[in-house]
Structures are given as C-alpha cells and as structure tokens.
C-alpha cells in the first residue's frame, strides 16, 4: 500500500506554491481552447494504487485548498518534499488540470525553484506513467530528483515550487503582476488583462516595449498612464533609470521624463502593468487631448 506522507502529524497543509500554464502548450490543439468561468477540480487517483483511507482523506483536504483553474489549465500544485536516503529528493506533488476531456503527459521537463525563484534542480521525467489525466481533475505523483540532479544539498523551505521547462518557442507571454496591484484591481480587470496578453501579439525574442493601457489627467493637471512593459527575452529584465516619452492624439509630444522605479523587475516573457506620472510643470501643452496616445522610449541625444 503506498503511502504519500514521510511524516504523520494532524497540521497537513500544501507546503509549496501552485504553477499554472495554458495547457495548449502540451495538447497543440489551438481549437480546444475556450473561455468560461474558473473549474473547480477533483481529487484522481492512479486506478492502480492503493493507498490508506488516511491517505486518501489528507489528499482530498489538500485538493480542496488548491485555488480553481481558469479554463484550459495545466498545473503542479506542490505538497511536500523529502529527502531520500543517500541523497536526493521525492516532490510530491499534484498535476492538476482544467480541460473538459482527459489529457496524457509524456517526457517532461521540471524545474525545481525556492520561493525567490532560484533553480535547485532540474528533471526529466515520463510522466506516460501518471496515466491519463481525467478532465477537470487533480491527480498525486511523486517527483524523484537524484542527487547528479540538484544543485543543493539540503531540501527548500516552505514556498518552493515545481514549474514545467519549456522551450523558448514553446513559451507562453504571460501576465505578471505585482501583489499591490493584485489586491487593487478587481478579478475581472486582472481578467481583461489575461485576456488581451493573450491576444497581443507577442515581443519579438529579446525584446523589451511598451503597450499603452490607460491614460488620465488627475486633479493636480499631472497626467498618469498605466502601460503594460513587455518583456520577449528569457531573462528577468530590472529597470532601473530609462527616459519615456508621451505623445498626445494630434501626434504632438506632450512631455519627456526620466524615471527611476524602485524594484521594478519584469520575468521572463510576461508583461507587467505599471503607472508612471508625468507632473504638470513639464507639460506642453495646456489642452490636453488622450482619445489617443502612447508612450516610447525617445532616443537619447
């Protein structure tokens, strides 16, 4: 009878953080894809495992922790993870997913990061092995890292995170949104911007620009605009100190700044929303008109 849990204590929780991604990635069905409300998974077990009703009633508890899926998901929502005699670690995880058919996994590759998204190890794994993934489901696995196959020692602390390894034209641009801007804005604004991410077309491979999303001229005569920096290239792109521009509808450059965000950082192929004002005093104009604009990086004479 196989047993999930290297230590029996009454405080279960899920001890790592969920990693989700469009699940087209892996079925190359672009048709499949549809919109709808967030799916709500259940709990799949291997058809041939046994394990003990303990087991299985800490497994169903932890299921229901795991946040709902958007449509067309596939995730790795982390459990635990403990070290293997001789060295090494065995992730247990669950491999969740949103589709409404059954979905297969081949040879995959994992990536294995700390909660500051530092790689500890990396994977190859068969998942043909975890069977068929049953639509709308969460199924448990356990993940085997060897010891050639970390590059620590010890096991992370709570946070870390399975991620799947994708190739770079394989890679979706996601959005990345920082934890103010998460609590600000309502689910259905956080939505609209999955959503248009989605249907931009995405960076050219290592470039960085600019997509205007919002601009308002506030009581103070300041004129904010929110615009989402896109990040093409596969690394984490840190501005620090870069000039923008603001061009009005008529054309016209209403005003030129330099800026200087702290820890504004953008991952890898994601795009980030992020508001920058320009104050009053360095206004060009006095009528002001934003029907239609957008922001560039002038050059630098």
Not at 116 to 133: E, K, Q, W, Y
Request: hydrophobic residues 35%.
């Amino acid at each position: 009878m196989r047993s999930f849990f290297a230590k029996k204590d009454n405080n279960i929780r899920l001890e790592g953080s969920e990693t989700s991604m469009t699940s087209e990635v892996f079925t190359d069905k672009l048709q499949d894809i549809e919109e709808g409300p967030m799916v709500e998974t259940s709990l799949s077990i291997h058809p041939q495992w046994e394990i003990s009703k303990e087991d299985q009633y800490s497994l169903q508890f932890l299921q229901l922790e795991c946040e709902n899926l958007e449509p067309n998901q596939l995730s790795i929502a982390s459990i635990t993870i403990d070290e293997k005699e001789g060295g090494g670690l065995d992730a247990t995880v669950f491999f969740r997913q949103s589709m409404n058919k059954a979905i297969d996994l081949g040879e995959t590759k994992l990536l294995l990061l700390d909660h500051m998204d530092n790689v500890l190890g990396r994977t190859t794994i068969d998942l043909t092995s975890l069977g068929r993934l049953p639509a709308c489901s969460s199924r448990p696995w356990v993940v085997p890292f060897t010891k050639d196959e970390l590059y620590v020692e010890d096991k992370p602390e709570n946070g870390w995170k399975l991620v799947f390894q994708m190739n770079p034209s394989a890679r979706q641009h996601t959005l990345d949104i920082e934890d103010h801007w998460q609590k600000k804005l309502q689910s259905e604004n956080i939505n609209h911007l999955h959503s248009l991410i989605a249907r931009l077309e995405k960076p050219k491979a290592g470039e960085v620009n600019f997509s205007g999303l919002k601009a308002s001229v506030k009581e103070t005569g300041d004129v904010q605009v929110i615009i989402l920096i896109r990040n093409g290239s596969n690394k984490t792109v840190h501005l620090e100190k870069f000039p923008l521009a603001l061009e009005d509808a008529n054309g016209d450059v209403l005003a030129r700044a330099f800026f200087s965000p702290k820890q504004l950082t953008v991952k890898a192929n994601t795009s980030k929303p992020w508001a920058f004002i320009f104050p009053k005093h360095i206004l060009k104009k006095n009528q002001i008109h934003l029907n239609k604009w957008r922001v560039f990086r002038p050059k630098i004479k």
